[in-house]
């Protein structure tokens, strides 16, 4: 069982930073996919980010270049530098993660039918 717990939520104007963190518990983590989601009102769940157990990374193309995601696996926490934020960056973001075997990675990993543990959430609103 992995419990996650995300922080680093707040309100910030537009062009402004935020570092969302995920803290998991469990002894494995390093074996887990871990991911960012999030959803606006009105508007389905959207992937963001995630990072393989190689540390291989994947965004949706809206956050190219602006966000970062990280793993301390020492710490069993996710990060999510997100930089250069716009109004429609305002969501709640989750965290969400699902062991992996191997070091497979697919476009598959970017629905969020394919992980079975999310945290609570973390709510991020950027004015203009």
């Known amino acids: 069982q992995v419990q996650l717990v995300e922080s680093g939520g707040g309100l910030v104007q537009s062009g402004g930073s935020l570092r969302l963190s995920c803290a998991a518990s469990?002894?494995?983590?390093?074996?887990?996919?871990m991911a960012w989601f999030r959803q606006a009102p009105g508007k389905e769940r959207e992937f963001v980010a995630r990072?393989?157990?190689?540390?291989?990374?994947y965004y949706t193309d809206s956050v190219k270049g602006r966000f970062t995601i990280s793993r301390g696996n020492a710490k069993r926490t996710v990060y999510l530098q997100m930089n250069s934020l716009k109004p429609e960056d305002t969501a709640l973001y989750y965290c969400a993660a699902v062991y992996s075997l191997t070091d497979y990675t697919s476009s598959a990993y970017n629905r969020g039918s394919q992980y079975n543990y999310w945290g609570q959430g973390t709510q991020v609103t950027v004015s203009s």
């Open positions: 990072i393989h157990r190689s540390g291989g990374t």
């Open positions: 469990g002894r494995t983590f390093s074996a887990y996919v």
